[in-house]
């Protein structure tokens, strides 16, 4: 019967610091705009796609503009 002793005031207490952030959450709005992100994952938008490098298959370290690249040359494997 002595870790009925330990282990009712370690659950209060885990209850306890679950309500505390629950509680925290709420004042902080983190549920606040709880449909927004799951449309935001279906909706296409420019903005979001990451930024792309135009490739051309100009010869050694070429772009499109005919200058050399500094990237391109440090990639390549011997």
């Keep these: 019967m002595s870790y009925l002793a330990w282990l009712v005031p370690i659950a209060l207490g885990m209850g306890l610091a679950g309500l505390a952030a629950f509680l925290w959450s709420m004042r902080n709005g983190q549920y606040d705009d709880l449909d927004g992100a799951a449309e935001r994952v279906l909706l296409q938008d420019g903005m979001d796609a990451?930024?792309?490098?135009?490739?051309?298959?100009?010869?050694?370290g070429e772009s499109r503009n005919g200058r050399a690249s500094a990237?391109?040359?440090s990639r390549r494997k011997p």
């Design 50 to 60: 990451p930024l792309r490098e135009d490739k051309f298959d100009g010869g050694a």
């Design 71 to 73: 990237t391109s040359d």
